[in-house]
């Protein structure tokens, strides 16, 4: 018996009944919550050499309990392009896909302060929360796109973790925002302005 883990997601507001009555089987008492969706995953993979799901920060009621798990090895990623991140939140709001394959992207995109602007700032507010909140995850293997989609990449600690090397099998840049907002310098500036308005620091 199995599902689908829809971008390997467990904890995903849209989809987590599903999983929860789907690993209910493996729970003591039922699932009734995220900490307890997350045990049953684990201990229906206990003899798994791994086993692990991808997940966003707030996604977590208690993040401080899950991120000092000591049974857990976290892996962080993060995109040090902000900007480009923020731009590609407003294209999925805008067309309901998250898809992208990196490389060239087809098609155009024009930011509009009275349009765009709050939303902007909005996904701006989040990325840097999130990016602090991945930051304080202790002894994290953390990885960036922009270093992970480079041919020659090559980390040690995420070799020695899994025992073997570990790469991209056909690694393609990650779109820069830069190729498809037509006014990509007044995007930028933008949220620059609103990160130093804040007194954030552009920081991974």
């Known amino acids: 018996r199995d599902t689908d883990c829809v971008d390997n997601e467990l904890l995903h ?8 009555q789907h690993y209910a089987p493996y729970a003591d008492k039922g ?10 995953f684990y201990k229906k993979h206990e003899n798994a050499a791994y086993a692990g799901f991808k997940s966003m920060p707030n996604r977590h009621p208690n993040y401080l309990k899950f991120i000092t798990r ?7 990623l993060v995109r040090r392009d902000v900007a480009s991140t923020v731009a590609s939140f407003l294209i999925a709001m ?9 490389g060239e992207q087809s098609g155009k995109w024009r930011f ?3 349009t765009h602007g709050k939303p902007a700032l909005g996904n701006l507010q989040y990325v840097m929360q999130s990016y602090a909140m991945l930051n304080r995850v202790p002894d994290a293997i953390k990885l960036d796109y922009e270093t992970l989609c480079d041919p020659p990449f090559n980390n040690a600690e ?10 991209i099998d056909d690694p393609k840049p990650p779109t ?8 990509w310098d007044e995007f930028g500036a933008y949220l620059s302005s609103a990160i130093k308005t804040s007194g954030q620091k552009n920081e991974i």
Do not use: C, H
Request: no cysteine.
């Open 13 to 20: 507001p849209d989809r987590i009944q599903q999983y929860m």
């Open 31 to 40: 699932i009734e919550s995220p900490q307890q969706l997350l045990n049953a």
């Open 70 to 76: 000591s049974d857990i090895r976290f892996i962080t």
């Open 94 to 102: 805008e067309t309901g896909s998250w898809r992208r394959f990196g």
């Open 158 to 167: 995420l070799n020695q973790f899994f025992g073997r090397e570990i790469k």
């Open 176 to 183: 820069s925002g830069a190729q498809y907002v037509e006014n």
């Open 112 to 114: 509009d302060v009275k």
